[in-house]
């Protein structure tokens, strides 16, 4: 089992519709989620980050955490074309000691017109 | 500003060279990490450090080593590049909160 499972997508919406990303992770010790957007040829971009279950919005971006159900989710409303992308899940924990950060294989966004 | 900075963008390299990928944060950061990613497999994690002369495997250490002498700076070491180390390595640092990353390595080994 994968230690952060995204599906790879891809994941197409009309302009104007919530996307909704989703991701589960297997270490029950993880304190620590974020999603990150990641354009073609360019690096990772942090888009939030959250610790708390329970939901966090952000403009037009709400991150959903369920650590029962080891489940974190990220929502997108009002989808532009400009939110095309790879979106990727990333988990972080302290295990012995340090920070590990673990990414998923990331979810491909296409919003059509 | 936050940097991360890799040495190189681009790089060709041969088989059996040893190769040296260099990053540079200026943001006093503990933690450092190596991904290479790959079509369709994400970031997978190859080494992280989390202190000046430590380091930790990752989940892909084979083929590969790494350094950090200073704070500021984390190597990655390809022993003797081999073809299926051609990929896109990306390097990032982290204090307590979110990683940054530095603009990306494309190494192709020929």
């Known amino acids: 089992q994968k230690e952060v499972e995204q599906n790879s997508g891809p994941l197409s919406v009309p302009e104007g519709a919530i996307a909704s990303l989703n991701c589960t992770y297997s270490?029950?010790?993880?304190?620590?989620f974020f999603w990150y957007r990641q354009y073609s040829g360019k690096s990772p971009e942090l888009i939030m980050f959250i610790y708390s279950n329970g939901d966090k919005e952000d403009g037009r971006f709400t991150a959903q955490l369920n650590k029962a159900s080891q489940y974190v989710s990220l929502l997108i409303r009002d989808s532009q074309p400009s939110d095309s992308a790879t979106y990727l899940c990333?988990?972080?924990?302290?295990?012995?000691?340090?920070?590990?950060?673990?990414f998923g294989a990331g979810t491909r966004l296409a919003v059509h017109p | 500003d936050v940097k991360v900075t890799q040495s190189s963008r681009y790089l060709v390299k041969r088989t059996g060279e040893k190769v040296f990928l260099e990053c540079v944060q200026d943001?006093?950061?503990?933690?450092m990490f190596w991904y290479r990613q790959d079509p369709g497999l994400g970031l997978r994690l190859i080494y992280f450090s989390y202190d000046v002369k430590m380091k930790e495997k990752g989940d892909i250490p084979e083929g590969y080593s790494v350094s950090r002498e200073k704070k500021e700076r984390f190597s990655l070491i390809l022993e003797s590049a081999s073809t299926n180390q051609t990929s896109m390595y990306l390097c990032a640092s982290s204090g307590t909160t979110e990683a940054f990353f530095g603009q990306g390595t494309r190494l192709t080994v020929v």
């Open positions: 990333a988990v972080s924990g302290f295990s012995g000691g340090y920070n590990k950060l673990i």
């Open positions: 270490d029950r010790g993880s304190q620590s």
């Open positions: 943001m006093d950061h503990e933690n």
